[in-house]
């Protein structure tokens, strides 16, 4: 008995060193809503474009656009390197806000956007009322052409 119960704590401490947890690559793109530049009838709601590249074990490079739609199409965006740690990213933008927060956690259909801040009407140096929130469906797993989100111009990186 004794034996039987060696072995068995013996091969729970070997699974348990050998399981080290992977974190999932989150290099692609990823889209919010349904906007179509060629509809002819305008947006509402909102929608919105991430991409992501994977740099380094924990760092990943990030474009993120979002816009409330019509009638007024507000919209944020940033271009930022953010630490990757267990399939989270956390933006930080403390020159426009301070108390800014967005956390974006990945899994392998999408990303799950929560922005904090104090005042969600001018939050995150973003435009009038416009809240990162949401979940952007992962639509493409090959590494983008980042993009810049206003002038659409590609980053050299």
């Known amino acids: 008995m004794k034996n039987l119960i ?3 704590t013996l091969l729970s401490f070997t699974s348990c060193k050998t399981n080290k947890i992977k974190t999932m690559n989150p290099t692609g793109t990823y ?24 740099f380094a ?5 990030m474009t993120f656009m979002i816009n409330k739609g019509a009638p007024s199409f507000n ?11 267990s399939d989270r990213a956390i933006y930080k933008n403390t020159e426009f806000d301070p108390s800014c927060e967005i ?18 009407n001018s939050g995150c140096g973003f435009g009038h009322a416009v809240v990162a929130n ?3 469906q992962k639509t493409s797993y090959k590494k983008p052409i980042l993009r810049e989100p206003i002038t659409d111009e590609p980053i050299e990186k």
């Open 6 to 8: 060696y072995i068995l």
């Open 31 to 54: 889209e919010l809503g349904n906007f179509n530049p060629d509809l002819e009838k305008e947006t509402t709601g909102y929608f919105g474009l991430i991409q992501v590249k994977r």
């Open 57 to 61: 074990k924990n760092k990943i490079i």
């Open 75 to 85: 919209s944020g965006s940033f271009v930022d390197t953010l630490e990757y740690k």
């Open 103 to 120: 956390t974006f956690d990945f899994s392998v259909n999408g990303v799950t956007v929560k922005e904090k801040t104090d005042d969600y």
């Open 134 to 136: 949401g979940f952007f």
